[in-house]
Protein backbone atom coordinates (compact mmCIF):
# COMPACT_ATOMS: atom_id res chain seq x y z
CA UNK A 1 0.00 0.00 0.00
CA UNK A 2 2.73 2.29 0.72
CA UNK A 3 4.34 1.86 -3.01
CA UNK A 4 0.81 2.75 -4.45
CA UNK A 5 0.63 5.99 -2.34
CA UNK A 6 4.40 6.94 -3.07
CA UNK A 7 3.46 6.08 -7.35
CA UNK A 8 0.07 8.16 -6.15
CA UNK A 9 1.90 10.93 -5.34
CA UNK A 10 4.74 10.91 -8.16
CA UNK A 11 2.25 11.15 -10.43
CA UNK A 12 0.50 13.65 -9.22
CA UNK A 13 3.73 15.76 -8.39
CA UNK A 14 4.38 15.84 -12.85
CA UNK A 15 0.95 17.14 -13.32
CA UNK A 16 1.87 20.49 -14.11
CA UNK A 17 0.20 23.61 -12.22
CA UNK A 18 -1.09 25.49 -15.70
CA UNK A 19 -3.81 22.89 -15.27
CA UNK A 20 -5.33 24.53 -12.25
CA UNK A 21 -4.99 28.34 -13.64
CA UNK A 22 -7.79 30.06 -14.54
CA UNK A 23 -9.47 30.15 -18.25
CA UNK A 24 -11.24 33.12 -17.90
CA UNK A 25 -12.24 36.25 -15.71
CA UNK A 26 -15.52 37.14 -13.81
CA UNK A 27 -16.39 40.77 -14.29
CA UNK A 28 -19.22 42.48 -12.34
CA UNK A 29 -21.68 43.65 -15.00
CA UNK A 30 -23.23 45.83 -12.93
CA UNK A 31 -27.25 46.40 -12.40
CA UNK A 32 -29.83 48.69 -14.09
CA UNK A 33 -30.44 50.28 -10.81
CA UNK A 34 -31.74 47.15 -8.45
CA UNK A 35 -29.68 45.26 -6.41
CA UNK A 36 -28.76 42.67 -8.26
CA UNK A 37 -28.55 40.90 -12.32
CA UNK A 38 -27.81 37.68 -13.74
CA UNK A 39 -26.26 37.01 -17.10
CA UNK A 40 -27.69 33.63 -19.03
CA UNK A 41 -26.19 33.94 -22.58
CA UNK A 42 -23.57 35.11 -24.05
CA UNK A 43 -22.00 35.41 -27.87
CA UNK A 44 -18.38 35.33 -28.99
CA UNK A 45 -18.43 39.15 -29.17
CA UNK A 46 -18.68 38.87 -25.50
CA UNK A 47 -21.94 40.44 -25.46
CA UNK A 48 -24.20 39.00 -22.92
CA UNK A 49 -27.82 39.18 -22.05
CA UNK A 50 -30.13 37.75 -19.03
CA UNK A 51 -31.90 40.12 -16.45
CA UNK A 52 -31.57 43.05 -13.96
CA UNK A 53 -33.84 43.76 -11.16
CA UNK A 54 -35.04 47.87 -11.05
CA UNK A 55 -34.56 48.98 -7.52
CA UNK A 56 -33.30 48.27 -4.27
CA UNK A 57 -36.77 47.66 -3.48
CA UNK A 58 -38.98 44.85 -3.41
CA UNK A 59 -37.87 43.40 -6.91
CA UNK A 60 -41.37 42.11 -7.17
CA UNK A 61 -42.76 45.34 -7.65
CA UNK A 62 -39.77 47.27 -9.11
CA UNK A 63 -39.72 44.58 -12.18
CA UNK A 64 -37.06 43.70 -14.01
CA UNK A 65 -35.84 43.76 -17.46
CA UNK A 66 -33.95 42.46 -20.38
CA UNK A 67 -30.25 43.70 -20.93
CA UNK A 68 -27.65 43.71 -23.26
CA UNK A 69 -24.36 44.39 -21.77
CA UNK A 70 -21.66 45.22 -24.44
CA UNK A 71 -18.27 45.74 -23.39
CA UNK A 72 -16.71 49.25 -23.49
CA UNK A 73 -20.70 50.62 -23.35
CA UNK A 74 -21.79 49.07 -20.35
CA UNK A 75 -25.61 47.34 -19.23
CA UNK A 76 -28.31 48.82 -21.78
CA UNK A 77 -31.87 48.21 -20.67
CA UNK A 78 -33.88 46.15 -23.29
CA UNK A 79 -37.27 46.95 -21.56
CA UNK A 80 -40.32 44.57 -21.60
CA UNK A 81 -43.38 43.72 -22.98
CA UNK A 82 -46.15 46.12 -22.67
CA UNK A 83 -47.93 46.46 -19.97
CA UNK A 84 -45.34 44.27 -18.12
CA UNK A 85 -42.65 45.25 -15.87
CA UNK A 86 -40.61 41.60 -16.01
CA UNK A 87 -38.54 40.27 -18.60
CA UNK A 88 -35.69 38.64 -19.32
CA UNK A 89 -33.12 37.60 -21.84
CA UNK A 90 -31.56 34.13 -22.80
CA UNK A 91 -29.98 34.29 -25.38
CA UNK A 92 -27.94 36.51 -27.88
CA UNK A 93 -26.10 36.09 -31.32
CA UNK A 94 -23.13 37.59 -33.07
CA UNK A 95 -25.79 40.17 -34.57
CA UNK A 96 -26.93 41.13 -30.68
CA UNK A 97 -30.11 39.47 -31.09
CA UNK A 98 -31.83 38.77 -28.11
CA UNK A 99 -34.35 36.08 -27.73
CA UNK A 100 -36.20 35.95 -23.60
CA UNK A 101 -39.54 35.88 -22.07
CA UNK A 102 -41.47 38.91 -20.84
CA UNK A 103 -45.01 38.70 -18.76
CA UNK A 104 -47.82 40.55 -20.22
CA UNK A 105 -51.27 41.69 -18.84
CA UNK A 106 -52.34 39.01 -16.63
CA UNK A 107 -49.04 37.55 -15.68
CA UNK A 108 -49.37 35.22 -19.54
CA UNK A 109 -45.79 34.97 -20.49
CA UNK A 110 -44.70 35.94 -24.23
CA UNK A 111 -41.31 34.99 -26.21
CA UNK A 112 -40.06 37.52 -27.90
CA UNK A 113 -36.82 39.10 -29.43
CA UNK A 114 -35.32 42.27 -29.13
CA UNK A 115 -33.44 43.58 -32.03
CA UNK A 116 -30.27 44.98 -32.66
CA UNK A 117 -31.69 48.86 -31.77
CA UNK A 118 -33.30 46.93 -28.69
CA UNK A 119 -36.92 46.67 -30.10
CA UNK A 120 -38.59 43.68 -28.40
CA UNK A 121 -40.84 41.79 -30.81
CA UNK A 122 -43.77 39.67 -29.47
CA UNK A 123 -43.81 36.34 -30.64
CA UNK A 124 -46.90 35.48 -28.77
CA UNK A 125 -48.27 33.77 -31.90
CA UNK A 126 -46.26 30.95 -31.95
CA UNK A 127 -49.18 28.50 -30.39
CA UNK A 128 -48.05 29.76 -26.17
CA UNK A 129 -50.61 31.32 -23.75
CA UNK A 130 -52.54 34.09 -24.65
CA UNK A 131 -53.68 36.94 -22.38
Excluded: K, W
Amino acid sequence: MRCLSSLVVAVLAGIPSVACEPTGVIEDLGTLGGVSSMGLGINSAGNVTGGSYLSGGDPHFAGMHAFRYVDGIGMLDAGALPPGNISEGQGINSGGIICGGSFVEGFVPHAFYATATLTLIDMEGLGGARG
